[in-house]
């Protein structure tokens, strides 16, 4: 019988990090299940991140310490058949380090973030001038570069990658069971119902645009809105703050009524991947979104929710959602439907496997007994 696949995967977070938990370690079981000997080096730890929460920095000893730790486990890469990377293994090291670092081994890189435009829209002409193009460097060496959406996926191919895949940012079917009828739970309490965004006090800033839409509405009709992981400040406006726990985040969603996703327009936001709408959907919930980056491939207007780019757009759909508990029923229940046949890890763990045993038959090397292996 064949050795297993080795796989040396490099995160850039550990469990806090929403990224790393949703494209590397929900997957984890899945590849394990599918025969994988899967390795894991963050290069961020979850007491690192919290460090950073309350100070707004990692500290330079701290980030001495994260990169030397990965580049120690980049001169262990031989041992590997391959190594799956988060977004990049060296932030801000140089292009030809990082390569060399990686040299022998086939590796595959994910984003779910357009990191690119750190490096080519910096304000600092100098980074861009060194850095500008050294994503696509990388990505130009890598067997298979996988995007959360076209957009990602197009700068990889833009870049000459060999290979491209898109895979959704997903969740585990597991961890949203199908949702109760909320509206008739909020008939039965007499609660206004609730309209929900979910993020980070980074991505809060986004709320600002329903500024207008949700004063223009809480003139007219009772709702509160649900800011989960972040803290808004709309007067005039029902806000309710609850605190982000992985545990409790689906629970605090399924009491709610309709899931927003503002976006600004900018090149960053066109490679978000729309977690938070696949999230609202997966809970039941109908959901209304900016026309930016890949909402319009996950929004269908009229069968699960609505695309709003205007305040009057916003307070449209909104209002006639607050409004008509049937219609909320419906589009939620579409939504659910399409997560369950695509934007689940139950439907691309499979895929994933298959996707990354197809770089070991594409890049064939030597057996374990390797002396480059030792």
């Known amino acids: ?9 490099l995160t850039k977070y550990g469990s806090l990090g929403a990224s790393s938990r949703l494209r590397f370690q929900q997957y984890l079981p899945w590849l394990r299940q599918a025969g994988l000997d899967v390795t894991v080096q963050s290069l961020l730890s979850d007491d690192q991140v919290l460090a950073r929460y309350r100070s707004g920095g990692y500290g330079i000893p701290s980030l001495l310490q994260a990169y030397a730790a ?8 031989r041992r590997f058949d391959l190594v799956w990377i988060e977004k990049e293994a060296l932030p801000w090291w140089p292009l030809w380090l990082e390569s060399t670092l990686l040299r022998g081994v086939p590796y595959v890189l994910d984003y779910d973030d357009a990191v690119f435009h750190n490096y080519d829209l910096h304000a600092n002409p100098l980074v861009r001038r060194l850095y500008g193009r050294r ?4 990505m130009a060496g890598a067997a298979l570069v996988v995007g959360g959406n076209r957009y990602l996926a197009q700068r990889a191919q833009e870049s000459g990658a060999r290979r491209v895949e898109v895979l959704p940012t997903v969740i585990d079917l597991d961890r ?10 909020t008939a039965a309490t007499g609660e206004a119902p609730r309209i929900v965004w979910i993020g980070s006090p980074s991505t809060a800033r986004y709320l600002e645009l329903l500024r207008e839409p949700l004063q223009a509405l809480a003139a007219n009709r009772p709702f509160t809105l649900r800011v989960i992981g972040g803290e808004v ?3 005039g406006v029902p806000v309710e703050i609850v605190p982000w726990s ?13 899931g927003v996703m503002p976006l600004f327009e900018s090149p960053w936001e066109r490679g978000k991947c729309g977690y938070k709408l696949i999230q609202y959907m997966a809970c039941g919930l109908p959901v209304v979104a900016s026309g930016v980056g890949v909402n319009p491939e996950l929004v269908r207007p009229g069968e699960n929710g609505f695309l709003a780019d205007t305040p009057a757009e916003w307070t449209e759909a909104l209002g006639g959602l607050l409004a008509d508990a049937t219609m909320r029923d419906r589009l939620g229940a579409d939504g659910r439907r399409r997560v369950e046949q695509s934007y689940c890890v139950q439907q691309t763990g499979p895929r994933l496997a298959a996707l990354l045993r197809s770089v070991r038959q594409s890049n064939p090397r030597g057996s374990h007994s390797d002396g480059a292996r030792s």
């Open 1 to 9: 019988m064949s050795e297993p696949m080795r796989i040396l995967v």
């Open 70 to 77: 990965r580049a120690r486990a980049l001169t262990r890469r």
């Open 135 to 138: 994503l696509d460097g990388l």
């Open 176 to 185: 949203y069971p199908r949702r109760a009828e909320m509206s008739a739970i």
């Open 233 to 235: 400040d709309l007067p």
């Open 246 to 258: 992985e545990a409790t985040e689906v629970e605090s969603l399924c009491a709610c009524q309709v």
